[in-house]
């Protein structure tokens, strides 16, 4: 009866709608943010089950029988709205409303008002749901369950990244070079140029909202896109609050053991990261290099930092953060915030392991060199956000400034066979090292709304950076080591010291946007209009200061970690001096500029079709001046590179239910190399191995194509299947090429061509669709699994410009860099011990496979990095309203990280073993104490 009578109803409502209907549309905004947009509020009519929720934009559409009814507004934490409205058939009203945060009481639990941002992952996963590109966004509050401290962890919880050590992220399987780095929309400088982007790990999760990541190309991303673009998006002011953070962790044989490290940073200013004057370059020796030997007092005197090390015993890991922020309502409905941040950290790694090179004799494969390689490193870093805000009505203008500074000290000893044609496996090479990072960018950006009905808006911004890279005084020396002593001598490569200084003195980008909104009722259509762009100039300085030999004896022993007392004897006596060998190849420039042109349209076709469509026009320059060795009177050589990129885009969203999407994109785009791989300096190691930039390396040109069917079963879990395939012209790899001395030099070429093809697949699932039992569980997963092909062409452009034939061993292979597959899970389990204390427990697992490191030549095969597989534990626990506590228990598994030789060359490997290096990072344990104001 119950069926019968419902379907009665059914049948009857929908006759009285295809009859005499009327609707209902407005735009929600948020009171609390200067009445921006307010997504995913909800809209109902009282008393019925007919609701929708806004859009992206705050809009809403329902289409009722004419009569007379209450609208509800409401969004949780904000004070429900209810309005008397007529709805007359054929005839559209318009109801705008501005909703406010209250406190109201229900069920004696008391509901507190928090503004809506984009840090909730129910926000963000419809956000992804509505949006017609395809993209995934990770918010802080998924971050703070999972354990995540910084931007780059948080990245790897999203489908298809992996971190890979300390060269960065990897997007399906790619390198930091096919990655862009956005924040707040506005182009970003790295912080080293031997990284694509700032490495993301110096950015604490405090600081931000969310992070969105692009997979597939649109026209207001730069065309630098193959792997992946990140917008990072700076925390938004909801409410005035003061937290402060400490830390401490401790990892597996690197704290709490025997270190070493640097003499000058033995003390309170190398704790703070605070040494580089003491290391800096002798004031005397001016801006253009000589062959100017020192004298004895001023060998004694320009250089505060020796080659002594102090022993100590590794302490815990530190960290510290503190964050501020006031919000202001003034009146007519406008805001003031700011927000301030400095977080501050500390850790101390040791490494140890083999580390190997072949030599690339056909006659069969043998070691060039066999050492055990242990390495200290201590790390500080420093990072700093002010950030202002000023809405209201109509205008929303943000200022925000960071600066990050970061600092590393290495001691590096490799010790065993140096040279296998020789019978001494007890050399020592010990490298001394001090790497410094500055970092300072201001932001400008504004937003206005045109029209009250917020259909036309501009937005524009613009920013200002300055970064700076310094190895001071890097410095080396080798001998015959026997227990604590070292037989050496004043000879050869020994005791030479290397000032590397990489600058960005102007680094600009800007933004300018219009944005139409157009159409009627459900038609919500877009057309943008804008300009974004960048320009750089960068130049570098890379001096050589080394020993000459006046009457030192041919060998000497000295303890080895206290060698400055018996050579500063020697300069004291003038034994032997310090002298510049710099030579005409020191200084390099470079000069980038991007300009940039697009338009898009966003027209839904229908109530299930939406289609997006543009093109990006954007012209690169960039130009590199270098010297080849001979005079510093020479004049700059010049490789110039200019072109202009036509890059069109297209994205298809078809709603195959209200709740899932089937989803096409397509698109054109390039790839620029990272700095220092077509940076022309030789980049020299003390064993002997040097890594070599090829200024002649031209742009990768990349087509891309995506398709993707999703599932949201619920506001809480996804489900999606996606393929995805890549054609890169031109693509950059990293090679192994010898020198006249059969040293080892890292390089970089253009391939002919890549083709790329892959699936991923991703679910996060509520364990109550499972069993009541686990309603309190989610389960994470994403996959991809790709293929990857490249041709190889028969000659190649060297580091001179010259046009060779290649030397690669394999004239087909895979892409280096590449991953087959990969493997990203979480298991979350959430409980209450009472109403204020709140737990989440998560496990988070990770695991690639294996790759090319470094693309075969001479006969040798390619050397491959093997996977590697992470496990973390994370407890976050919300103990009341002020105090919240984490524990992370990361790398369980603690794997033995390999590189190999592969063995498929030309010539069978001799050698028992083809391991070229390994290490094991240690399983580590850390605490973090939060107490909010």
């Known amino acids: 009866m119950k069926t019968k009578l419902l379907f009665f109803t059914l049948l009857i409502t929908t006759l009285s709608f295809s009859q005499s209907t009327g609707t209902i549309t407005g735009i929600l905004t948020d009171k609390e943010a200067g009445n921006q947009s307010l997504p995913f509020a909800n809209v109902v009519i009282k008393g019925t089950k007919i609701g929708t929720n806004t859009d992206i934009d705050g809009k809403y559409i329902l289409n009722v029988a004419a009569g007379n009814y209450t609208l509800q507004l409401s969004f949780i934490g904000y004070e429900t709205t209810e309005i008397a409205v007529i709805i007359k058939a054929n005839e559209t009203l318009a109801v705008n409303r501005s909703l406010g945060s209250g406190s109201y009481t229900l069920k004696d639990v008391v509901v507190k008002a928090t503004s809506f941002n984009r840090e909730k992952e129910t926000a963000l996963l419809l956000e992804q749901k509505n949006a017609v590109f395809i993209k995934q966004s990770i918010g802080a509050q998924e971050m703070t369950r999972k354990g995540v401290s910084d931007v780059e962890k948080g990245l790897t919880k999203i489908t298809g990244i992996t971190k890979v050590g300390s060269r960065g992220l990897f997007v399906r399987g790619l390198e930091d070079r096919y990655n862009n780095l956005l924040i707040n929309g506005l182009a970003s400088p790295t912080n080293n140029p031997f990284k694509k982007i700032i490495p993301l790990d110096l950015f604490p999760t405090d600081i931000v909202g969310a992070i969105d990541v692009y997979k597939t190309f649109n026209p207001d991303l730069y065309g630098d896109f193959a792997g992946g673009t990140f917008n990072i998006g700076t925390a938004k002011v909801s409410k005035s609050i003061t937290k402060i953070s400490i830390g401490t962790g ?4 690197n704290n709490l053991r025997k270190f070493l490290i640097s003499k000058d940073a033995d003390g309170s200013k190398g704790f703070f990261g605070l040494t580089e004057k003491d290391r800096s370059l002798p004031r005397f020796l001016g801006g253009v290099p ?44 406008s805001k003031f915030s700011y927000l301030f941040s400095i977080n501050s950290d500390n850790s101390y790694t040791y490494r140890n392991g083999v580390e190997r090179n072949f030599t690339n004799n056909p006659s069969g494969f043998v070691y060039r060199n066999d050492f055990i390689n242990t390495e200290y490193r201590y790390k500080t870093s420093l990072s700093t956000l002010l950030g202002l805000n000023y809405t209201t009505d109509r205008l929303n203008l943000t200022w925000n400034n960071f600066y990050i500074r970061t600092t590393e000290n290495l001691i590096k000893d490799q010790f065993g066979f140096a040279d296998l044609t020789t019978n001494n496996n007890k050399t020592l090479i010990r490298t001394n090292q001090l790497d410094q990072s500055d970092y300072f960018n201001s932001q400008l950006l504004g937003e206005y709304n045109l029209t009250k009905d917020k259909n036309q808006t501009i937005k524009a911004g613009g920013s200002f ?56 009722n459900e038609k919500q259509n877009k057309l943008t ?24 004896p041919n060998s000497f022993s000295v303890p080895v970690n206290s060698l400055d007392t018996v050579l500063n004897d020697y300069l004291n006596q003038n034994g032997f001096a310090f002298r510049e060998s710099s030579n005409a190849t020191y200084k390099a420039k470079l000069q980038d500029l991007t300009n940039a042109g697009y338009t898009n349209v966003l027209f839904k076709v229908s109530d299930k079709w939406e289609l997006n469509g543009g093109l990006r026009g954007e012209y690169t320059a960039r130009e590199t ?22 890059l069109p885009s297209l994205n298809l969203k078809y709603a195959v239910t209200e709740k899932a999407n089937l989803r096409l994109a397509t698109s054109q785009s390039y790839t620029r190399p990272v700095i220092m791989e077509a940076y022309p300096i030789e980049y020299v190691n003390a064993d002997g191995t040097s890594t070599r930039g090829n200024p002649f390396l031209v742009n990768s040109e990349n087509i891309n194509f995506d398709a993707k069917y999703e599932l949201f079963p619920t506001s809480k879990e996804i489900v999606s299947i996606g393929i995805f395939g890549k054609n890169i012209k031109n693509p950059v790899e990293r090679t192994f090429i010898a020198n006249a001395a059969n040293s080892t030099i890292t390089t970089y070429l253009n391939s002919e061509r890549a083709n790329l093809y892959g699936i991923e697949l991703e679910f996060l699932l509520d364990g109550k669709r499972l069993n009541d039992d686990l309603k309190d569980f989610s389960l994470g997963f994403n996959t991809s699994l790709m293929d990857t092909q490249v041709t190889v062409s028969p000659v190649t452009i060297n580091t001179d410009g010259s046009v060779v034939s290649s030397i690669e061993t394999h004239k087909s292979r895979d892409l280096q860099g590449a991953s087959k597959w990969l493997i990203n899970s979480d298991l979350k389990y959430q409980f209450s011990v009472d109403e204020k204390w709140e737990n989440t427990l998560s496990l988070v697992y990770s695991v690639f496979g294996r790759r090319i490191y470094a693309v075969g030549t001479g006969g040798l095969d390619h050397i491959y990095e093997l996977p590697v597989q992470q496990l973390d534990f994370v407890w976050g626990s919300k103990l009341n309203d002020h105090i919240d506590l984490k524990f992370i228990a990361n790398n369980l598994l603690d794997p033995n990280i390999k590189f190999e030789q592969g063995k498929d060359g030309t010539s069978l490997i001799t050698e028992n073993s083809n391991l070229i290096s390994n290490f094991k990072k240690g399983t580590g344990f850390s605490m973090n104490l939060s107490y909010t104001f």
């Open 250 to 253: 401790y990892t597996t044989n």
């Open 625 to 646: 001046k270098y010297r080849l060795q001979g005079s510093f009177q020479d004049p700059f050589q010049r490789v110039t590179k200019n072109k202009l990129y036509l």
């Open 529 to 552: 209009l804008g300009y974004n762009g960048s320009a750089s100039l960068m130049q570098s300085s890379y001096r050589f200061i080394t020993p000459t030999n006046n009457f030192t």
């Open 465 to 520: 950076a300055k970064t700076s890279y310094q190895q001071p005084d890097r410095k080396f020396f080798s001998g015959t080591r026997t227990g604590e002593n070292l037989l050496t001598s004043i000879a050869g490569n020994n005791f030479i010291k290397q000032y590397l200084d990489i600058n960005s003195d102007i680094y600009l980008s800007g933004l300018a946007e219009y944005q139409l909104k157009f159409g009627k």
């Open 290 to 333: 000589a062959s100017y030997t020192f004298t004895p007092q001023q060998s004694l005197e320009s250089f505060t930092s020796g080659f002594d090390v102090s022993e100590m015993r590794s302490p815990l890991n530190m960290s510290i953060g503190i964050l501020h922020s006031e919000k202001f309502n003034f009146k007519n409905d």
